[in-house]
């Protein structure tokens, strides 16, 4: 109670600074998953925006993956700081899963800005996400079973990752010292942990991966991280936060998909989405957009906006960079890698924004910066989170009139059929319209 008599209104249990669009809705799924309330903006929103009543989560979708670290830092603590001024205690960083960073990492600038900014003496350090393959052991990164730098990753067009040992990585990337808390330690569960960051942290060491191999280990993590300000990795630990928080207020606020049209836009190259488009263009009208001929000036947005438009009525057309690593390097080694990849990015933002100007209504797309441009071209400021199509990829709304439904698919996620099964769960969450004088359903 505050001195009126009335019940305050609690903050969120949970601020988080995600890297990335879809590495932001990746954590928001699973978070909404255990009945937190969870909003997420796109960049960091300004002293005026109003935060709904009875929110659990706020989340802040940076695009500081790739960006030199000096502006990552200055984009990181703006949104710790807005966090902090809607009454956020406890911060979370988001990272990606496979610790996705360019050679000027910025992961580690971040984490040493934040650490100063909230005080925090002890930085869990854990971007194990069991249920989508990642596991740390030893301090070593595992996808589903192979080191990172044997894994698809490897050829990760911005971010190719060639090594598994997070210590090493993030020493090259931060001012402070880097400890460890193996597995067989996490294995004996949260006063362990605890015990042994506190350990680490007076030896001098701040920042501490922590291994993961499983649910429970991240439980007994979360014990841990939620006694602290702050706490860094996945969409795993944030999940498992989550699970012990449980349902925190009054469950998952109302969902409603609007009604409209579908396209499936693909600007990830991972191995993943390269098989998910090839199975999906098979049986679905497709358009390939190619980064020289849009660069030289032989093929034009406007005629990948026609084609779809021209596709048969209620079908869901494909519009798509993705390519092989050969594609790929070829483009690069002609445009340069930050060139192809932003002519790629602005020509599908602008293939959405032209379809949304048109009347549709249903965005499917995969790729995390993809999404960061698709989601900035057709002007969203925020989405509410909505139930999950895969691990790691829920269905969401954006905020305010006009809105669209948006599925944002990080490039390394979802099953062979993901983009059919989308499609299907944004019909089957679509109300069907009322006959004529009947009653709306
Ligand atoms: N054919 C292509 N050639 C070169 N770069 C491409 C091509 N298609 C997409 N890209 C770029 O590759 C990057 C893929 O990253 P992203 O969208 O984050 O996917 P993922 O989620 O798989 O990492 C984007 O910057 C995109 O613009
Ligand atoms: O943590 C993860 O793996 C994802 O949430 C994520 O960040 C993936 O990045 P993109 O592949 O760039 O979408």
Not at 40 to 64: E, H, M, W, Y
Not at 195 to 203: D, G, P, Q
Not at 287 to 301: C, N, T, Y
Request: proline share 7%; aromatic share 4%; with cysteine.
């Amino acid at each position: 109670m505050n001195d009126t008599g009335l019940n305050a209104r609690p903050a969120p249990w949970l601020g988080v600074i995600a890297d990335d669009v879809t590495g932001a809705t990746d954590l928001a799924g699973y978070v909404a998953r255990s009945g937190s309330t969870t909003i997420q903006f796109f960049g960091v929103p300004n002293a005026r925006t109003a935060i709904p009543a009875d929110v659990d989560c706020v989340i802040v979708a940076l695009k500081s993956r790739s960006t030199p670290p000096e502006e990552a830092v200055a984009d990181s603590l703006a949104a710790h700081d807005w966090l902090a001024s809607i009454g956020v205690e406890r911060i979370y960083v988001k990272y990606c899963s496979t610790f996705d960073s360019t050679d000027r990492g910025n992961i580690g600038p971040v984490l040493d800005a934040l650490a100063e900014r909230t005080g925090e003496r002890e930085v869990i350090v854990c971007p194990s996400a069991p249920e989508n393959g990642r596991t740390v052991y030893q301090g070593k990164l595992f996808v589903w079973g192979q080191t990172l730098d044997e894994s698809p990753l490897r050829e990760h067009p911005v971010n190719p990752m060639r090594d598994a040992d997070l210590r090493r990585l993030l020493v090259a990337q931060s001012r402070e010292s880097v400890g460890l808390v193996p597995w067989q330690v996490v294995a004996g569960g949260g006063t362990a942990v605890a015990e042994a960051l506190a350990t680490e942290a007076s030896a001098g060491r701040r920042h501490v991966v922590v291994d993961a191999l499983d649910d429970a280990d991240l439980d007994s993590i979360a014990e841990v991280a939620l006694t602290h300000r702050l706490a860094t990795g996945s969409a795993g630990l944030a999940a498992a936060m989550a699970r012990k928080v449980g349902l925190a207020r009054s469950g998952p606020a109302p969902f409603v998909v609007p009604s409209g049209d579908a396209v499936v836009l693909s600007g990830s190259c991972s191995a993943a989405t390269r098989r998910q488009v090839e199975l999906f263009r098979a049986q679905n009208p497709s358009f390939e957009l190619d980064p020289i001929r849009l660069a030289e000036g032989s093929q034009f947005v406007d005629d990948a906006v026609s084609f779809v438009e021209a596709s048969p009525a209620g079908s869901a057309p494909l519009v798509y960079s993705t390519a092989d690593p050969e594609q790929v390097a070829h483009a690069q080694d002609v445009l340069g890698v930050q060139r192809a990849a932003s002519i790629v990015e602005d020509a599908l933002g602008e293939v959405a924004s032209r379809l949304r100007a048109s009347g549709r209504r249903h965005f499917v797309i995969a790729g995390g910066e993809t999404s960061g441009a698709v989601v900035h071209a057709l002007g969203v400021d925020s989405i509410v989170i909505g139930p999950e199509i895969a691990p790691g990829v829920p269905l969401t709304v954006s905020a305010g009139d006009h809105p669209v439904a948006l599925v944002l698919k990080s490039g390394n996620f979802g099953g062979e059929r993901f983009f059919t099964e989308a499609l299907g769960r944004l019909r089957d969450l679509t109300p069907t319209p009322a006959p004529m004088g009947g009653t709306p359903s």
